[in-house]
Structures are given as structure tokens and as C-alpha cells.
């Protein structure tokens, strides 16, 4: 039986084999993120070939998910190996050292965020290991920063400016080529680094269209300004990924975890899939266990509403890749049967969804736990009845019928969700579920389901069209 809440496993040297990607899928992976940071498009054709070759092996889908490298702002090389900070230590920030100074000199080729800076701005360098603020400035785009804590800094680290949002496009030019080459290769979705507005999701989408082709884009939040504009980002967006790695450097520790549950909570209202990702099982990289710290947030990720839980380093070059899924996928589990215990010693306190299909999905959903049916199944052209009935989180499987093969893979991203390729022959589509239920070896015989379903009226000029999307609006018990 599949798991509810997907697991996400990036692919590198410990796992990117034909075996050890077959042994991931079998043990919980059903999306295969390839990460664009270290590779361009022809990198990765063996990899996708191998992940193809999987899936018409085991007989579902497997998504692959590009990762886009984003721009990264970084500061130039140090004139000597490194800098050691301690609290209260100053330095000085700009293109060029000024002459006459004597204090360290950390080089930044980017004028024009220069330019933006003001005093009392908050710079963090290497990952978050030093926090500074601007405290005066000696010149135009010339800075004294104070260290904020101690440290040590080498040449090339990233750097962020928490609370600017900085003129720096989402998509850089090799991010661009990137994305239309992997489009030529079958990728199944893309995620986009460092996004600040709704617009640079519709730059990507842009350059997908204009490419012939339809994915789902994935907004990764690593920017606190990101996080601000969460409502036309969801709006815009497919999926969410909560990148905890950048946020948590953008974002004060303290503040992190109430700002994930906020951002699970918004997407499961939208009934978009979310992803939590970053360092989730990161002790399992050396060890075969992980620890008791790192079980709970995985755990407590599933129980906040994610749909998906990401391992990033982990598999990447870890040296237990296939364990640390099964662990993640039992964790999982067992938050899954915690939340069922929840739903039924509490009420919903709020509705999710509007309209015909938010409330039918709920109709449906009560009324399976009510008569204690085997599974949900929709016939889903588009996905988006599956992901409605994914959002009241049920205690069934969904079975999400569907011709269309982006459809398919994309659904590997929405929570409880099997998604289930059908060969559409009848003339309605709650035909083509009843005959899919028939055929199909998942239901025994006796089982009863709960089928939603779009159903055009009957008549001589109502016939079905393959490949319009009409919307939910039938419910019925059906037995097998």
C-alpha cells in the first residue's frame, strides 16, 4: 500500500544507479528531485532514463522534479584564506577596498544591491553563521558592517539581506536554459529558488508554455519578503516547497516553525500540495538511525498538513539512502494514524474548500468515513478533484482515475493521493470509473467506494469530450 504523505528523494552519487533508484521507489520515493545546482540538462539524461526505466518497471508513475539553481548572492574572494569574527568585530563592505582602511574587507559586486542598503540592515553571510548590521557608511556603496556574533568566513560565501527584496530576477539566464532543455528530456515538474513575487512564477510558466509544454511550477519559499507575498504567490503557484535551509537563514531561528505551520495552513486552504523540506533526517547522511529531535519534526510536519517531506543530502550522498526513506516512511505513518485519532475525537472546526467541488469533496469524504468505505475514487483530468478531496485529509486512500500523463505525475505531489492510469473508452466519465473499478486489481470484490466524478447531461448532443475538464458534480456509493 502506498503512503499517504509523499516522500521526495534527491537523486546524486549515493543513489542515481538504476538499482538504487528502483530500491528508493519501492521503498516510499515517488518523486525524484534532481538538483540543478551541480548539473546542467545533459548531466542528468542517464538519470532520467534510469528513473523512466523504473517506472515501467514497477507499473506507477515516478515524477521527476527539477530544481532550479537560482541566483545566489555571494561575496567575491577574500584577500587572505579567511576571516575570524568575533561579536562587536567590524568590517568593511563594497566593490573595491577603500584606501586608507584597515579593517577586513569583504568584497560584494553587486552595486546595485549596494545602492539599496541602508544603516541598520541586517546581512547574514555563509549560511547564517555571521550576522551583521550596516552601521555607517564611508563613502557611496561603501559600508562598516558589525559582526553580531562570532565566526569564520572564506572566499565565495552566499549572503543574504533578510526583509529586502532585492532586485535580482528569480530565473537567471542559466536557470532559463536549464528549464527548456529538461523540458526536452520529459521532466514532470520544476522548482523555482529564491522566488520573491508572483511574477517570477509566470516567467517560468511563460517559457513552459512557450515550450509546448504543461507542468506544475514549484514555489520554493526561501526569502522572508517570499512569505509575505504567500497569498498571489499561492495564488500563482502549483505547489509550495517550505525551504527551510535559506528561510532559516533569512528569518530569525526562533520565528521558523510558526512560519511553517502558517504556510502549511494557507496551502491546505488552497488545496495546493506543500512540501517541507531541508536537513528533515540530516544525522542519517552518517548514520543509520536518526535522532529523536529529527523523528519528531518529520512527524510534526505530516501532522501540520504537509503533503510531502523532502530529503535532500540525505540520499544525494548519504550512506544509508534506501534506509532513510524507510524510516521517513514509517514516521510518516505513524503521524498518519495520530491524525486519524485526531479527526475522530474532534469536529472540523473549518470548512476547506468553496464552491461545488470544495463541498462536494467534503460530502464525500464524511460520508466514507461514515459508511467506513474501502477508498475514494475521482476521475481527474486536471487533478484538481483529487487535490480537493486531499485537503480533508481522509482516513481512505484516493484513487485518482486519469488519461492525462502530466496529470499523473503531478498527483504525486498531493497527500493520500494513487494516481491511476486509465485508458478512457466510455462515454462518461463515471463510466470510465465504474469500468476502471471493475478491471482494476486494487479493489477486491465487495469493496465499496466512495466516486466523485464530472458527468455531462445525457442526450444525443451531450456526449463527453476526452480532455475537458468539467468539474465535480456527482457523488455516488458504488460496490464492486
Known amino acids: ?69 537560482g541566483p545566489k548572492i555571494r561575496i567575491g574572494n577574500l584577500d587572505v584564506d579567511s576571516y575570524t569574527f568575533a561579536k562587536g568585530d567590524e568590517a568593511v563592505l563594497a566593490v573595491e577596498r577603500p584606501v586608507g ?53 572564506t572566499s565565495r560565501k552566499g549572503m543574504a539581506l533578510p526583509e529586502k527584496s532585492l532586485p535580482v530576477p528569480a530565473l537567471t539566464d542559466k536557470d532559463k536554459k536549464d528549464l527548456r532543455e529538461a523540458l526536452a528530456l520529459g521532466i514532470d515538474a520544476v522548482a523555482l529558488s529564491f522566488v520573491q513575487t508572483a511574477g517570477d512564477i509566470l ?47 533569512e528569518c530569525p531561528l526562533p520565528e521558523l516553525p510558526a512560519m511553517q505551520k502558517r504556510i502549511i495552513r494557507a ?38 498538513g504537509a503533503d510531502c517531506v523532502m530529503l535532500s543530502e540525505e540520499t544525494a550522498m548519504g550512506a544509508f539512502p534506501v534506509q532513510t526513506v524507510r524510516f521517513m516512511r ?76 502530466n496529470t499523473l505525475h503531478t498527483l504525486n505531489f498531493s497527500w493520500g493521493v494513487a494516481p491511476c492510469r486509465i485508458e478512457k473508452s466510455q462515454a462518461g466519465h463515471l463510466e470510465a470509473v465504474e469500468a476502471f473499478i471493475e478491471e482494476s486489481s486494487l479493489f477486491q470484490p465487495g469493496a465499496t467506494l466512495i466516486v466523485t466524478a464530472g458527468q455531462r447531461r445525457s442526450g444525443p448532443d451531450q456526449d463527453d469530450v476526452q480532455g475537458m475538464s468539467i468539474g465535480t458534480n456527482l457523488l455516488k456509493v458504488f460496490k464492486k
Open 330 to 405: 514509517e514516521i510518516a505513518d505513524q503521524a498518519e494514524k495520530l491524525m486519524q485519532e485526531r479527526k475522530k475525537m474532534y469536529a472540523r472546526l473549518e470548512k476547506i474548500g468553496v464552491g461545488v467541488t470544495g463541498f462536494l469533496s467534503n460530502a464525500a469524504c464524511q460520508l466514507a468515513n461514515e459508511i467506513q468505505a474501502d477508498g475514494l475514487v475521482c476521475y481527474s483530468m486536471t487533478g484538481s478533484s483529487a487535490r480537493a478531496l486531499a485537503s480533508h485529509r481522509p482516513g481512505q486512500p484516493i484513487y485518482a482515475a486519469s488519461v492525462d500523463s
Open 267 to 304: 496551502c491546505n486552504k488552497a488545496a495546493k500540495p506543500v512540501i517541507v523540506a531541508t536537513q528533515m533526517l540530516l544525522s542519517m547522511v552518517n548514520n543509520p538511525s536518526p535522532t529523536r529531535a529529527e523523528t519528531t519534526d518529520v512527524a510534526n510536519a505530516v501532522l501540520d
Open 203 to 249: 516567467e517560468a510558466k511563460e517559457i513552459i508554455r512557450s515550450c509546448k509544454c504543461a507542468i506544475p511550477v514549484v514555489a520554493k519559499l526561501e526569502r522572508q519578503n517570499a512569505v509575505g507575498n504567500l497569498d498571489s504567490i499561492l495564488e500563482a503557484a502549483d505547489i509550495i516547497m517550505v525551504a527551510r535551509g535559506d528561510l532559516g537563514v
Open 1 to 69: 500500500m502506498f503512503g499517504k504523505t509523499k516522500i521526495i528523494a534527491t537523486l546524486g552519487p549515493a543513489s542515481n544507479s538504476p538499482e538504487m533508484i528502483t530500491k528508493l521507489a519501492e521503498a516510499g520515493v515517488r518523486v525524484f528531485r534532481l538538483n540543478f545546482s551541480h548539473g546542467n540538462a545533459a548531466s542528468f539524461v542517464e538519470v532520467i532514463k534510469n528513473i523512466r526505466d523504473a517506472e515501467m518497471e514497477l507499473g506507477y508513475p515516478l515524477t521527476i522534479m527539477q530544481d532550479l539553481a
Open 101 to 153: 582602511s584597515d579593517l577586513p574587507f569583504l568584497p560584494f559586486d553587486h552595486p546595485h544591491i549596494l545602492k539599496m542598503l541602508e544603516i541598520g540592515d541586517r546581512l547574514v553571510v555563509a549560511d547564517g553563521s555571521v550576522r551583521f548590521r550596516v552601521v555607517r557608511s564611508l563613502g557611496e556603496n561603501v559600508f562598516v558592517i558589525k559582526a553580531g556574533n562570532g565566526g569564520i568566513i
